[in-house]
């Protein structure tokens, strides 16, 4: 998703900080056999989480409240933790190149499983399935990717997405900080598609007739949460929230909530 911003320059500011703050003991209620040391949870009483807000329907503010389908997960997984949730919206570029570690316990904000990302924090196990779509708009002789190739086509950078849009050889691709803005740059006309996950340009155009998905790519992506490396007990007990999510089938209500039926 991004370019260096003023969200990326904070996290850098205040990582410093942060990382007096992994010095201190964890609280009761959180593991402290991290096998590095550090201590769970950074912010003694709370499940800090880090989220890139926003990234409708996943993670976005209403009301003056972080919601979302990710924002529902994340207050399960501290609800498990006896913690209390404290989110911190922190640039796409803070969570993929790991530096959400010192601010953050977990990372989640619609984040997709690769082997370079794995290089840099350990995944839970995956929640969702999240293959890209390509939208465009009605009449615009948009049909594939070749006919895209020499059209403006936004992404949100620093995402999957866009490096799959560069290997397909799109040769007018326009990065943006953040899905909204993406998806506005649609809507206004200043690019001629879209190319992203399909959760959320699906929902971004779902109740818009003038838009529609020119085509489906299937490139197995799955969604998981993000644990800084070599932290076991924080990954089992994200993993241990997940399971019990999907075992009740509230991972489905959830699916319907913020998506609709699939």
Same mark, same amino acid.
């Given at each position: 998703?991004?370019?260096?911003?003023k969200?990326?320059?904070? !996290?850098i500011?205040? #990582?410093?900080?942060?990382? $007096?703050?992994m @010095?201190a003991?964890?609280?009761d209620s959180g &593991?402290? =056999?991290?096998?590095?040391?550090?201590?769970?949870?950074?912010?003694?009483?709370?499940?800090?989480i880090?989220s890139?807000i926003p990234?409708?329907p996943?993670?976005?503010?209403k009301?003056?409240k972080?919601?979302?389908?990710?924002?529902d997960?994340?207050?399960?997984?501290?609800k498990?933790?006896?913690?209390?949730?404290n989110v911190?919206? !922190?640039?796409?570029? #803070?969570?993929?190149?790991g $530096?959400?570690s @010192?601010?953050c316990?977990?990372?989640i904000? &619609?984040? =997709?499983?690769?082997?370079?990302?794995?290089?840099?924090m350990?995944?839970?196990?995956p929640?969702?399935?999240?293959?890209l779509v390509?939208?465009?708009?009605?009449?615009?002789?948009?049909?594939?990717?070749?006919?895209a190739k020499?059209?403006?086509?936004g992404?949100?950078q620093?995402?999957?997405?866009?490096k799959?849009?560069?290997?397909q050889?799109?040769n007018?691709?326009?990065?943006?900080?953040?899905?909204?803005l993406?998806?506005?740059?649609l809507l206004a006309?200043?690019?001629?598609?879209?190319?992203?996950?399909?959760?959320?340009?699906g929902?971004?155009v779902k109740?818009?007739?003038d838009?529609?998905?020119?085509?489906?790519f299937?490139?197995g992506?799955?969604?998981?949460?993000?644990?800084p490396?070599?932290?076991?007990d924080?990954?089992?007990l994200?993993?241990g929230?997940?399971?019990?999510l999907?075992?009740?089938?509230?991972?489905?209500e959830?699916t319907v909530?913020?998506?609709?039926?699939?």
């Amino acid at each position: 998703m991004r370019s260096p911003n003023k969200k990326f320059a904070a !996290a850098i500011a205040l #990582s410093s900080v942060a990382l $007096l703050a992994m @010095t201190a003991c964890g609280s009761d209620s959180g &593991s402290s =056999s991290e096998s590095e040391g550090a201590s769970f949870p950074i912010n003694e009483g709370k499940l800090t989480i880090c989220s890139d807000i926003p990234y409708e329907p996943f993670e976005f503010v209403k009301d003056g409240k972080n919601v979302g389908f990710d924002m529902d997960v994340a207050a399960e997984i501290a609800k498990d933790a006896k913690l209390e949730l404290n989110v911190i919206d !922190a640039s796409f570029d #803070s969570i993929e190149s790991g $530096l959400f570690s @010192t601010q953050c316990d977990i990372a989640i904000s &619609s984040i =997709s499983i690769t082997d370079a990302r794995k290089e840099k924090m350990d995944f839970s196990t995956p929640y969702m399935d999240d293959d890209l779509v390509l939208i465009a708009k009605n009449g615009s002789g948009i049909t594939d990717l070749e006919t895209a190739k020499d059209k403006k086509v936004g992404v949100q950078q620093a995402t999957t997405g866009e490096k799959y849009g560069k290997e397909q050889g799109l040769n007018n691709i326009v990065g943006y900080e953040d899905a909204g803005l993406q998806t506005q740059a649609l809507l206004a006309n200043q690019v001629d598609a879209v190319l992203g996950n399909q959760s959320v340009l699906g929902y971004a155009v779902k109740d818009k007739p003038d838009y529609k998905a020119v085509a489906n790519f299937k490139t197995g992506e799955q969604l998981g949460v993000a644990v800084p490396k070599d932290k076991a007990d924080t990954l089992e007990l994200v993993n241990g929230t997940l399971k019990r999510l999907t075992d009740a089938g509230t991972m489905e209500e959830l699916t319907v909530k913020w998506f609709g039926e699939k």
